[in-house]
């Protein structure tokens, strides 16, 4: 099993996403949630996409209806969806989850939440200047010696289980990433780990406890995709 640093530098990290979808009470209330959290944050961005246009397209029933934002954290609620983003620079687990946490006993006190449906948790990484996947992970998508080809790019996309956690793993070398400050080339390192079954019947303390949860299977396979020399000698681990 790799060894799992508290902390590495520089942070690949450059969005990481919460969704927790949901079935709505007969209790929710949009404009509730505005007097309940609209004063913790500086701003609030409203989808482009009009409710009925999301009301009637299946494969929009889980965006939100728009998003409050405090510096680089945002939080998306929908009648369906809540939505949690730390946009670079990350701020650390300690620090995100305290913000989801914060919220979420918030919408809980007032009983909108009904039958969690999904918890998902998303990482984007983007390891800069670094194109070839053997530089620093232990995938060696390379044909045969014996023929003469070239790679110029890898798009590379797998479903992983273990347990009742699932994950969709991208990796994508050439991606061109901005985020709030700089623009950056380089290979994408995409986790969305997620879980679909035996959740809870409301928002609540199981709800906190398996977000936390995939969290911790997240790390595990993102230091496990990476080896342990680029780690030792490109990102300056730091251990408990």
């Known amino acids: ?52 246009v999301r009301e009637s397209d299946s494969s ?5 209806d728009g998003e409050f934002i405090k510096e680089n954290l945002t939080f998306g609620f929908g009648k369906y969806v809540l939505l949690f983003r730390n946009i670079a620079p990350y701020l650390g687990w300690d620090k995100f989850y305290n913000f989801i946490k914060t919220n979420c006993l918030k919408l809980l006190q007032v009983g909108m939440i009904g039958k969690i449906e999904r918890i998902g948790l998303r990482y984007y990484n983007i390891f800069k200047d670094v194109n070839n996947l053997q530089e620093f992970t232990h995938y060696n998508l390379v044909l045969s010696e014996e023929e003469e080809y070239t790679n110029k790019s890898v798009d590379y996309k797998s479903l992983l289980i273990r347990e009742r956690y699932h994950f969709n793993l991208g990796l994508r070398t050439h991606t061109n990433v901005k985020t709030l400050t700089e623009s950056m080339i ?47 000698n490109n990102l300056n681990p730091e251990y408990a």
Request: overall charge negative; hydrophobic content about 40%; proline content about 8%.
């Open 60 to 64: 929009l029933k889980y965006s939100p």
């Open 186 to 232: 380089g290979t994408l390192v995409d986790i969305d780990a997620f879980v679909e079954s035996n959740l809870p019947d409301s928002l609540n303390s199981e709800t906190l406890e398996l977000i936390n949860n995939l969290h911790s299977e997240e790390k595990k396979l993102f230091f496990s995709i990476l080896t342990q020399d680029y780690v030792d």
């Open 1 to 52: 099993m790799a060894k799992i640093p508290i902390r590495i530098t520089p942070d690949p990290i450059f969005q990481a996403v919460i969704e927790i979808r949901f079935v709505p009470t007969e209790r929710f209330n949009i404009p509730q949630i505005f007097a309940l959290l609209g004063n913790d944050f500086t701003d609030y961005q409203q989808s482009e996409i009009p409710r009925t």
